[in-house]
């Protein structure tokens, strides 16, 4: 079955440290996305990636880094530089040409203490 | 700038009876989407139903329908005969354009329909 997966689903981390967030779609989409999610608020994007080795910044990237080094995989990592890291993070995909029909992850829900 | 504004934060609905979600938006643009997404209690977001600004007929699917005001910068979303599993968060989005020129969804803060049997 084509999909994305994320993992893990709960993950918890100490304040300082920096941690990565995985992404993997078997969709052959070329676009891929990372949103983060707080209690009450919608999706904000956070970085954007409609091809291999580029990616763009989106509405709260700072704090965050990401990487794509394959179509398939799109990891996001959270830094310490992250002032409110604990939140549910969503990864989604597209086809570039109809980026409006993304496609989402099952999420991973991070708790920094 | 473009925004998406849900002013129900919550609704309610009986098992088998009909509700719509309210949703306002503001854009420059002259071409443009709107969505709305479902987010069940797993988490995971669903596409329920898109609409063409330049299509002046609602968009239908099965038992979602939407009421595109263009005028008005309207969107909602009515759901017919509704059943437990639509209990969800339903988030209303916009399609964008960046100043880059990418294009991105912009969400609204969403809705938490209850269904009550």
């Known amino acids: 079955d084509g999909g994305i997966t994320q993992s893990p689903k709960y993950l918890f981390r100490k304040e300082g440290q920096n941690v990565t967030l995985s992404c993997e779609q078997n969709?052959?989409?070329?676009?891929m996305y990372w949103y983060r999610q707080d209690p009450g608020q919608g999706l904000r994007l956070i970085y954007y990636?409609?091809?291999?080795?580029?990616?763009q910044k989106g509405d709260i990237a700072e704090g965050y880094s990401v990487s794509r080094e394959k179509k398939e995989s799109f990891p996001l990592t959270v830094t310490s530089a992250q002032k409110n890291p604990t939140a549910f993070y969503l990864c989604?995909?597209?086809?570039?040409?109809?980026?409006?029909?993304?496609?989402f992850g099952p999420g991973t829900r991070l708790t920094v203490t | 700038a473009q925004t998406v504004t849900q002013s129900q934060p919550e609704m309610s609905v009986q098992e088998a009876e009909t509700v719509t979600l309210s949703c306002t938006y503001d854009t420059s643009e002259s071409d443009y989407y709107l969505f709305w997404y479902k987010q069940p209690p797993s988490r995971q977001m669903i596409l329920v139903i898109r609409?063409?600004?330049?299509?002046?007929q609602n968009a239908t699917e099965n038992r979602f329908s939407v009421n595109f005001q263009k005028a008005a910068k309207s969107f909602s979303l009515k759901i017919s005969d509704s059943q437990l599993g639509d209990a969800a968060m339903y988030f209303c989005?916009?399609?964008?354009?960046?100043?880059?020129?990418?294009?991105?969804?912009?969400f609204g803060k969403g809705t938490k329909l209850t269904v009550n049997p």
């Open positions: 969709l052959n989409h070329d676009a």
């Open positions: 989604a995909s597209s086809i570039v040409a109809r980026h409006y029909e993304q496609y």
């Open positions: 990636s409609q091809i291999v080795n580029d990616f």
């Open positions: 609409q063409e600004a330049y299509k002046q």
């Open positions: 989005c916009l399609k964008s354009t960046t100043q880059g020129g990418s294009e991105k969804l912009v």
